[in-house]
C-alpha cells in the first residue's frame, strides 16, 4: 500500500514540487538576508528562479529528488513513532547544579540538540546514497552487505563506549 501511494504522489509531481520549493526558499533566504530587494521583488525573483531550474533540471536528478522524497517520508515516521514512544515512555533524565544535586528532570531533547542535528544529516546522507544521489554526482563507493553495516556499527559503539572517562564515585 505504502509503495502505491508513493507512486501516486510521484506521479502527481512531487519530486518537481519539492525541487521548486527547495529552491524558491534557498533563493528567497539568500535576497532577504543580503537586503539586496525588497521582500516583494525577492519572492517574485524566487518564484521565477524556481521555475527556471524546474525547465533546466535533467530527469535524474528528479529521480533522486523522488526517491528521497519517499525515503524521508519514511525515515520521518520513524522517527515521530520513536519520539511518541519515548515520551510515552516518560523518558527524562535528571538536571544537577554545581555540586550535583539534583534539582530537576527535562525532556530526554534537552541538551542534545547537536547531537539530533548530526543523525538527521547522516540519515539524510545514507538515504542520498541509497537512491542513487552519489552516483549522480559521479562518485562510486563500493556497497556494503547487513553484516558490514552492523560491524562498522558495533565498533563505533565499542570506540564510543571506550572514550567515556569513568566518573569519580
Request: aromatic share 8%; no cysteine.
Amino acid at each position: 500500500m505504502p509503495d502505491g501511494i508513493f507512486a501516486f504522489l510521484a506521479g502527481l509531481g512531487l519530486p518537481h514540487l519539492l525541487l521548486w520549493v527547495l529552491t524558491f526558499a534557498v533563493v528567497f533566504a539568500v535576497l532577504t538576508k543580503l537586503k539586496v530587494f525588497g521582500r516583494a521583488p525577492a519572492t517574485l525573483i524566487s518564484i521565477v528562479a524556481g521555475v527556471f531550474v524546474l525547465m533546466a533540471v535533467p530527469a535524474a536528478l528528479v529521480t533522486v529528488i523522488a526517491g528521497m522524497s519517499t525515503g524521508l517520508v519514511a525515515v520521518a515516521i520513524g522517527v515521530i513513532t520513536l519520539i511518541a514512544l519515548l515520551e510515552i515512555a516518560g523518558a527524562k533524565h535528571e538536571v544537577r547544579d554545581k555540586d550535583g544535586n539534583v534539582t530537576g528532570y527535562a525532556p530526554w531533547t534537552h541538551g542534545h540538540g547537536t547531537a539530533m542535528a548530526a543523525i538527521m544529516i547522516v540519515v539524510a546522507l545514507l538515504i542520498f546514497n541509497a537512491v542513487g544521489g552519489l552516483a549522480l554526482l559521479g562518485i562510486s563507493i563500493p556497497t556494503f552487505g547487513y553484516g558490514t553495516w552492523l560491524l562498522i556499527l558495533v565498533g563505533i559503539a565499542v570506540l564510543w563506549m571506550m572514550s567515556e572517562s569513568p566518573k569519580a564515585v
